[in-house]
Each structure stands twice: as C-alpha cells, then as structure tokens.
C-alpha cells in the first residue's frame, strides 16, 4: 500500500492521531475457582486425605506463579509483603494468588483438623488458619470485582468466599452465620449448574450435594422449630438481599452459553463445544478486527503464533473431554465430535496458511532475504492447503481449495525460477516461468471461487512473468551466442587454467592474490596394485649335505666339554 503526504508530513501525524482515537476494548479475566481447585486437589494429595501435600503444593504453586509475574515478596535476605493490587493484574495467572493463599490456609487448617482429635491445643490454630483463608478469600473476591471480570467468575467467587466463611462459622459453632453462608454458596452452586454445559455440571453439583449436610446439621443445631421452615424459605431471602445481581449476572452467563454452545460448521451441527472451545471461536471471530489494527507485519505474525497456541490447546481439550464418544461405538455421536475436531483444525491451518503469507510479505520487503526463503515459505502455504482439503469429503470444498493451490504453485514456480536466474541458469529458469503462466491461467479460469486478493496478486504476477520470461530468453540467447563465437570476454570460472587451457578466455582473477592454475592438493586417482610373488618352488628343492664342512659333531663336543672342565677346576678362562 503506497501512502502519499506532502512535505509537512501531514498524513503520517493524521494518521497516528486517527490510530489512538480508536478505543480499545478492555480485556476480560476469567477464573474458573471451583474447577481448577478440585482438579488440584484431585491431583494432590486429597484424594487420599491428605491435606498436608496438599499444602505443600500450594507453597510451590504460589513460588511458582509470583516467579513468572515478577510479584517477588522481597529478596533472599528481607521478606516484604506485596499483595495483588488490580493495577497490577494484566494476566488471568494474577487472579490465582489470592486463590492459592486461601487454598493453602484451608488445607493446613483441615489439618490441624485431623490433628486436633489427639492434640486439643490445635483447635485454636485450625480457627485462625481459618480466619486467613477468610482474609485472603475476601481479597480475592474484591480484585475480581475491581478488574473486568466476566459473569462465571463473579459468581464463583461471590460461592466461594460463602463457603470459606461458612466453613469458619461452622468450627466456630456459630450455626446461623454457618447455615446463611453456606446456603448462600449452595444457591449460587445450583445456579451454576443450570447456566454451565453439561461437562462442568458434575463438579459443581458434587459441590452441592457436599454442602447438604452441614446445612442440615445446622439447622439442628439452632434448635428451634423454625429452623426448617427458614432454610426452605432461605432460597426466597437469598435472592432479596444478596442476589440481587444475580440474575444479572445469570442472563450474561446464559447468553454466552447459548451463542458458543452450538456450533455449526458447512451446515452440519458440531454438538455441545467447552467453553475453552467456545471462547476459541470467540477469539477467531475477533482476531481479523485485532490484525487490522497492527502497526506492522511483526506484530500481526505475533497474535497469530498466539492464537494458533490457543488452537492446539483447544483441539486437546476436545480429545480430552469427548474421549469416550471418540471411542464409542454411536456412529452419530462419533460423527458429531470428529467434525468439531475437523472444524478446529480447519481455523488451525488456516490461520497458519495467513502466518505464512504474512511472511512472504515479510520477506519480499526485506533486502537480505533470498528467492530460496520465499520458496519454502510457499511450499508450506501449499502443504496448509494440501491438509484442509483432506479434512472433508465435500467435492465443491475440495475444489474451491485445488484453485486456490494453484494459484500459491504459481507464485512458488516463479521464485524458484528466479532463484535460477540469480545463478545464471537461463534456461531452466525460463521453463519454470512458462509452467508458472500455465498454473496461473489454470486459476485465473475459476476466479469467481479465488480470494479478491489473491485474484489481484496473480494479476500482478503474471505481467511480472511474462516480462521475466523475456528477460531470461534473452540471457539464454546471448550466452548461446557467446559460447559459439567466443566473444565473451569478462567471463569467471570456477575450473583451474590447467583445464581450460584449449578455451581463450579473459579471468581477472587470474592476476589477483589468488589465481586458480591448478587445483592443490591434485585429486586422488587409482591406480592397479603391485602383484605379490609367492615361492612356489622351494618345497621341491632338494638342499645339498653340509656336513663334511662343519665337521663331526660328536668330537667337537667331547673336546669342548674336557677343556671346560679343566678350566672349571684352576680358575682358568674366566672373563
């Protein structure tokens, strides 16, 4: 896109002004407290019973999470307490501290709970532990109301700080206070569970059910005969006094249900999405809006390495959730999840394919990039389509993605043709670029199935090719004629002088520092081993009698054994 201002540079400030009067929408926090804290405690320890690894796990969770956002507590040597304030919130991981804290101050105090059936003196720390979970359970509930949080965190919150106040006020034997809140958590648990799909009702149900018996065991405890008709009527209190947004809340929780919930993909239905997936969806309706409003290609490549994150995380969360319809014999329920996985890898590969083009825009703006790069960037793009087309057995899908393939196989012949080029190879370079007029007329035939821009791209392409045709037949011309005549006169060459000595040529490298007379060191030739001559005849040669020269052996012995012994005797020839 060419961009024209004057010589005040008028347009480039317009423009900056125009860009930062563009509001940007608020990012919205989402905490699912209940859920990540059975699956925690599933995980850790109080499957069993045992609260203490539960504890020590969230001392390692909190290091972990005030680790990665930079929340330190003071240094090694100096502790200093540093709570989450709601300026400081730019993640959904700065939610989950004062989560944790109240996790790790109920579960020691569940504990000291166990502990306290030997050791009395307990009692009265298991109460102030308890009283931190409360502290920290109301920190939390105060910075989700102080950032953009949406409606399920809202409520989970408002549930989960009743149920720890509940929890105190039921050790305590304060049984009014005891049964209010933790009525208060059971209303807004079963309202949950008629608003969330049908994966997330068994956990907050299961919360439901747990709370019936100490609502029970209260309302016997006050002792009085209204005790039952005031927790019937509870429900009716509630939603007077404390629920008043509730309903509010509920409608918002509703509404996002029933948009993300159904999902229809080319006319067939894709069946009850998680809400991982639904807010996936959300997002990729979303991100064509965002990439518009990127300053620069880098950053448009930046969201979507992002949200191709968010894709792959979606698809295992499917395969996690739907794995026993995935293994079902139901061929309907089978269908239905397979074509919502087929879905997903469809945004999948195509918001890669996008990457990659935003690449190639990269790359073709960049000086130090080669042809070479540009070539595998389209080879990739080609593999994207290649893999969409097998994700459905529609004929019409599969052929609107051929036309398209053909028209990146245009662009991938003609970067290969100049990568040719650059190498001085004329001749094949100009056979690529007739094969890549040939994929482009094939596409430009169907251009009512192509992309507008990709229509326009192929337009420009082709007069790009017709004109590096001419150019390369014009080159591989010339050089016929050169070798032929030999008029070339300028000309380098990678072989030796040894071995162009027949040819006339003018090499300036040959008067430079390092002239290419001869290749050192020579190269290696073979040449026929030296044969091996082997005596075949010595077993057959009779050898003449030696012994007359030597002597008899039996005398010269005798002798040389007499004056031995004389010589023994006297001392005589000793050295």
């Known amino acids: 896109m060419v961009v024209q201002e004057d010589n005040s540079g008028l347009t480039v400030q317009s423009q900056e002004i125009h860009e930062a009067e563009i509001p940007k929408e608020p990012k919205v926090y989402s905490l699912e407290i209940l859920k990540i804290i059975k699956a925690a405690q599933q995980q850790h320890g109080l499957r069993h019973g045992d609260y203490q690894r539960y504890r020590g796990y969230c001392s390692r969770r909190l290091r972990r999470l005030r680790k990665v956002l930079k929340v330190p507590q003071g240094d090694r040597r100096h502790f200093k307490r540093r709570d989450v304030m709601p300026v400081m919130v730019k993640d959904d991981k700065f939610l989950q501290i004062p989560l944790t804290l109240a996790e790790r101050a109920w579960s020691y105090a569940m504990q000291l709970r166990q502990e306290s059936n030997t050791e009395p003196r307990k009692k009265f720390h298991l109460i102030s532990k308890l009283r931190k979970a409360a502290t920290y359970s109301l920190q939390l509930q105060e910075l989700i109301e102080s950032v ?188 239905t999840v397979q074509h919502l996985i087929s879905y997903l890898q469809y945004i999948r590969l195509g918001r890669t394919l996008e990457r990659n083009l935003t690449l190639v825009e990269i790359a073709k703006e960049s000086k130090s990039s080669k042809p070479q790069d540009i070539v595998r960037l389209y080879e990739a793009a080609i593999h994207n389509l290649v893999e969409m087309s097998q994700l459905q057995d529609d004929e019409e899908f599969r052929r609107n993605l051929e036309v398209r393939t053909r028209g990146y196989r245009a662009f991938r012949c003609f970067y290969m043709a100049q990568s040719l080029a650059y190498v001085q190879r004329w001749r094949e370079a100009l056979a690529l670029y007739q094969r890549a007029l040939q994929h482009v007329k094939t596409a430009m035939e169907k251009e009512e199935t192509l992309p507008e821009d990709l229509k326009t791209a192929l337009c420009q392409l082709k007069a790009s090719i017709e004109g590096a045709q001419y150019a390369a037949h014009a080159h591989s011309v010339l050089g016929d004629q050169e070798a032929e005549t030999g008029t070339s006169t300028l000309i380098k060459s990678k072989k030796p002088l040894i071995e162009r000595l027949h040819e006339y040529r003018e090499d300036p490298s040959l008067l430079s520092k390092q002239p290419k007379i001869v290749k050192l060191p020579p190269p290696t030739q073979s040449i026929p081993c030296k044969p091996l001559f082997f005596d075949l005849a010595s077993n057959m040669v009779e050898f003449p009698d030696l012994s007359e020269k030597f002597g008899d052996p039996s005398k010269k012995g005798g002798q040389a054994g007499l004056s031995g012994f004389v010589k023994g005797l006297w001392g005589w020839g000793n050295k």
């Open 148 to 335: 953009n949080c949406d409606a399920r965190t809202k409520l989970e919150a408002q549930a989960y700080v009743a149920w720890i106040h509940g929890s105190l006020h039921f050790e305590l034997h304060l049984w009014k206070p005891a049964m209010e809140n933790l009525k208060k958590a059971q209303v807004v648990y079963e309202k949950l569970v008629t608003a969330l799909p049908d994966p997330d009702r068994t956990t907050y149900q299961s919360r439901v059910d747990e709370l019936a018996p100490n609502l029970r065991y209260c309302a016997y405890n006050i002792g009085d005969t209204t005790a039952i008709d005031d927790l019937m009527q509870m429900r009716g209190q509630l939603s007077a006094e404390l629920l008043t947004t509730l309903d509010s809340l509920m409608a918002q929780t509703q509404e996002t249900k029933s948009s993300s919930e159904e999902v229809t993909w080319r006319g067939k239905s894709c069946g009850t999405v998680p809400p991982r997936v639904a807010g996936l969806l959300h997002a990729d309706s979303r991100l064509d809006q965002v990439l518009c409003k990127a300053n620069n290609l880098q950053t448009r490549v930046e969201h979507l390495d992002a949200h191709l994150i968010d894709c792959k995380d979606a698809i295992a969360t499917v395969r996690e959730t739907f794995k026993s319809e995935l293994k079902s014999k139901d061929s309907e329920k089978n269908s």
